[in-house]
């Protein structure tokens, strides 16, 4: 079955990184594109963009460009978000999701920037 | 960009009733709008696809319609396990967006 699986979670310094991964199983990676969608506790599902696993190919919401880098490693089917310059207000978890439709969700990875 | 406004915001609702959520996009969409329930603690789930395809898996008591700007999500008979809050997305046009959620608690 389709599984993705996230990295742990996070504790970061403000002005800090933070990189989380997203390990695909249960279906072709490169045959459907990766989501980034966000929560802060108590509010609503945020969409952060997109990448194409096969192409490398990326697209980020205005929000997050210049801060946010999505990247993939095809050979071992994995997934990474990588957002720079942490405030307070990235507090969130952050959900990689698959395919255009978003069918299926990771666990969630809570990032706490304090 | 496409902001998706769902209303109500919240609802009450008794088991057994009927509970119909709207979706309205600032801009037609087609049918590329779909349909999450969340339940506390977990990961969203896909109930509906492109507007009315119900996913795979979903109870037959949820149903989706509309097109253009205008989308409704119906829950058939309430069922104390449908408490969640419910979201529409569209996937026309990048940045792809989320409706703010529509909480259903039971009475």
């Known amino acids: 079955q389709v599984q993705l699986v996230q990295s742990g979670a996070e504790v970061k310094n403000p002005g800090a990184s933070v990189k989380v991964s997203c390990k695909a199983s249960?279906?072709?990676?490169?045959?459907?594109?990766i989501n980034w969608v966000r929560q802060a506790t108590g509010q609503g599902l945020e969409w952060m963009g997109w990448m194409s696993p096969s192409t490398g190919n990326t697209g980020y919401a205005q929000k997050f460009e210049g801060r946010v880098t999505m990247t993939r490693d095809t050979s071992i089917s994995v997934a990474y978000m990588e957002l720079s310059r942490l405030t307070s207000e990235d507090t969130a978890v952050y959900y990689c999701?698959?395919?255009?439709?978003?069918?299926?969700w990771g666990q969630g990875t809570l990032v706490t920037v304090s | 960009e496409v902001v998706l406004t769902q209303s109500p915001d919240f609802q009450s609702v008794t088991p057994k009733e009927k509970v119909t959520i709207t979706c309205r996009a600032s801009?037609?969409?087609?049918?590329?709008l779909h349909w999450y329930q969340q339940k506390p603690n977990q990961s969203p789930r896909l109930l509906i696809k492109y507007a009315s395809q119900s996913f795979s898996g979903v109870p037959s008591r949820f149903s989706g319609s509309g097109s253009g700007t205008d989308f409704t999500l119906t829950i058939n008979s309430l069922e104390v396990e449908d408490a969640a809050t419910y979201y529409c997305h569209q996937s026309s046009n990048l940045p792809r967006t989320f409706g703010q959620g529509t909480k259903v608690e039971i009475k």
């Open positions: 249960g279906y072709t990676f490169t045959n459907y594109e």
């Open positions: 999701t698959r395919g255009l439709m978003a069918t299926d």
């Open positions: 801009q037609s969409i087609g049918s590329t």
